[in-house]
Antibody, heavy 120, light 106 residues
């Protein structure tokens, strides 16, 4: 059974850096064909894809946020970390991590999400 | 970037109804499309992948069709637990993108 859970601060100040951790179980990010992605959803708005890291360490980013995002993995801890610099109130959203690979390049298992509010 | 446009933005229906939601891509994406269901305060759940493949455990009343730029999600006979928001997502090319969502209401 695949599970993922996001953790990190619920409140950050403008200009600060956000660090979110996705801790997962039920799969290995070393297995060929597996990836973990980050997606966010501002309150009442659409889902927005942010970043993806593959089993072979290939990394992809949303072009509109690429300069602010870094996605890394700690295979020994079964964790994927997303950092986003220079946070702004428009970045207030629920941030999800999700597994990809069981059904092709789609997000077949999701974490519960974590709401991050950006406010001074 | 590929833009995904869903219609309608919201739809009212009743238990037992047949409902169809459409998703249009701004350029061809072959069959690289998924549908997700999201209930309030919950994470999205994968329903359909590769445009028409039913994810394991998803009831057969859900079906998907289409290729290229035009796709549909059909719920053949609505159940009470199906009232939720539905999202499409393209996985043809980066950046991945989602539609704006369709809220299915009673």
């Amino acid at each position: 059974q695949i599970t993922l859970k996001e953790s990190g601060p619920t409140l950050v100040k403008p200009t600060q850096t956000l660090t979110l951790t996705c801790t997962f179980s039920g799969f290995s990010l070393s297995t060929s064909g597996v990836a973990v992605g980050w997606i966010r959803q501002p309150p009442g708005k659409a889902l927005e894809w942010l970043a993806l890291i593959y089993w072979d360490d290939d990394r992809r980013y949303s072009p509109s946020l690429k300069s602010r995002l870094t996605i890394t993995e700690d295979t020994s801890k079964n964790q994927v970390v997303l950092t986003m610099t220079n946070m702004d109130p428009v970045d207030t959203a629920t941030y999800y991590c999700a597994h990809s690979g069981s059904s092709g390049w789609y997000f077949d298992s999701w974490g519960q999400g974590t709401l991050v509010t950006v406010s001074s | 970037d590929i833009q995904m446009t869903q219609s309608p933005s919201s739809v009212s229906a009743s238990v037992g109804d047949r409902v169809t939601i459409t998703c249009q891509a701004s350029q061809g994406i072959s069959s690289w499309l998924a549908w997700y269901q999201q209930k309030p305060g919950k994470a999205p759940k994968l329903l359909i992948y590769a445009a028409s493949s039913l994810q394991s455990g998803v009831p057969s009343r859900f079906s998907g069709s289409g290729s290229g730029t035009d796709f549909t999600l059909t719920i053949s006979s609505l159940q009470s637990e199906d009232f939720a928001t539905y999202h499409c997502q393209q996985a043809n090319s980066f950046p991945y993108s989602f539609g704006q969502g369709t809220k299915l209401e009673i």
